[in-house]
């Protein structure tokens, strides 16, 4: 992932959501709110999508780190999980690539822990969010054309082949060890 990519994709779309947000919010309720909170108490329009869309970018970004080589993989309990539900890691990526190079315009793929307490993977529409549905969220995957359009041009595909390299593992098994959703870091 090019840094002219993580320039605009983070320095401007995910900043113009947080401005976005901010501006909406200003002076409400909904004000003080974790964004979690926000998200869920957004009447469908323009806040459940800026604060939906800021929420799935923090996650996406944290699920990212530096590239770490073909066998990037997750471990313990999480690896488990996986082999699990989708018979192993290699079928994992390829139905979860898959899925996403499938999602017919913008959206998000999700891997998260769906209500039978099981992993499930989803692709979502637009500003879609597990948190929306109560769901914990493991892992996140942009698949809208701004996330990959600088370095892949119209090859979905190719961005997701790449990006099983710089997936942080780490971050990914933290929140299925986690009991609720972390609280994310947001950009101000
Ligand atoms: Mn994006």
Known sequence: MSQ???EFHYGKHHQAYIDNLNGLIEGTDLAELPIEEVIVKAEPGPIF??????YNHSFYWQCLTTPQGESNAPSGKLAQAIDEAFTDFATFKTQFSEMASKH???????LLVG??????????????????DGLKPL???????????IDYR????????????I??????????????????????
Do not use: C
């Not at 999508?49 to 800021?54: E, I, R």
């Not at 119209?154 to 390299?165: G, V």
């Not at 997936?167 to 101000?188: C, G, H, K, N, R």
């Open 4 to 6: 002219e990519t993580i």
């Open 49 to 54: 999508n800026n604060s939906a869309q800021a």
């Open 104 to 110: 017919f315009g913008s959206g998000w793929a999700w």
């Open 115 to 132: 209500k039978s307490g099981k992993l499930e993977m989803l692709a979502m529409h637009d500003a879609g969010t597990p948190i929306q």
């Open 139 to 149: 892992l996140a995957v942009d698949v809208w054309e701004h996330a990959y359009y």
């Open 154 to 165: 119209n090859k979905r595909p190719d961005y997701l082949a790449a990006i099983w390299q």
């Open 167 to 188: 997936i942080d593992w780490q971050f990914v098994e933290s929140q299925y060890d986690a009991t609720a959703p972390s609280s994310l870091m947001l950009p101000e």
